[in-house]
């Protein structure tokens, strides 16, 4: 009788996957907040930089990458405004 063969390890072998698997699903979901979120007024400016010609060079522990050389592409800024401000603001109240 081989230990997989045995109705008590297959019924333990069960009960302990589903265990894991519950508590993966249980910690997987974040909460977010309004504390996490940019305050009214902040700006945020993202880059797009060029790297399709770009080598950054050697690769491997205690080597310096030099960025300088990619090219800037689109810019954009993200303005983070008070929504009761917002055109249909008032379609969502709270």
């Keep these: 009788m081989g230990i997989f063969k045995s109705a008590g390890?297959?019924?333990?072998?069960?009960?302990?996957?589903?265990?894991?698997?519950?508590?993966?699903?249980?910690?997987?979901?974040?909460?977010?907040?309004?504390?996490?979120?940019?305050?009214?007024?902040?700006?945020?400016?993202?880059?797009?930089?060029?790297?399709?010609?770009?080598?950054?060079?050697?690769?491997?522990?205690?080597?310096t990458w030099d960025f300088s050389q990619m090219t800037k592409g689109q810019v954009s800024t993200f303005s983070y405004v008070d929504p009761s401000t917002v055109v249909g603001s008032s379609a969502y109240p709270n």
């Design 9 to 63: 390890m297959k019924k333990i072998t069960s009960l302990l996957s589903t265990v894991f698997i519950s508590s993966m699903h249980l910690f997987s979901q974040p909460t977010i907040t309004s504390s996490i979120l940019p305050s009214v007024g902040v700006e945020i400016t993202h880059n797009i930089y060029d790297a399709k010609n770009f080598s950054p060079g050697a690769i491997g522990a205690s080597v």
